[in-house]
């Protein structure tokens, strides 16, 4: 419900393409990344067990999805050693920004 109404809201608003192809798209693409995003915090809290625990947990995991997810690092730029974790990288928030991306980036404008 969440994502659902952060693009009802913003996504006119913000201009991206307005074909509604693409408007229902970046929804399913949005969606997908929430539900990914809310699974990996709910495992990590299951996993913890306590807040504390589950504090630490959160530490570690939220920087290893940022950078080999290529939010903070490119896939181009991680060195070889670590770029299968790029494909394997805790969630799949990977390919869902691509594709977010992707649909925002190619439309005929």
Do not use: C
Not at 47 to 69: D, K, Y
């Amino acid at each position: 419900m969440e994502s659902s109404l952060w693009i009802i809201f913003t996504y006119y608003t913000i201009e991206f393409a307005s074909a509604s192809a693409r408007f229902f798209k970046q929804s399913l693409a949005f969606t997908g990344v929430h539900q990914t995003a809310l699974s990996l915090f709910r495992f990590v809290a299951a996993l913890g067990r306590t807040q504390v625990v589950a504090n630490t947990l959160g530490t570690f995991t939220l920087p290893m999805v940022f950078v080999l997810g290529g939010f903070v690092v490119a896939k181009d730029d991680i060195q070889d050693l670590i770029v299968l974790g790029y494909y394997v990288s805790p969630t799949p928030m990977m390919y869902g920004q691509n594709a977010i991306a992707i649909n925002e980036f190619l439309p005929e404008r």
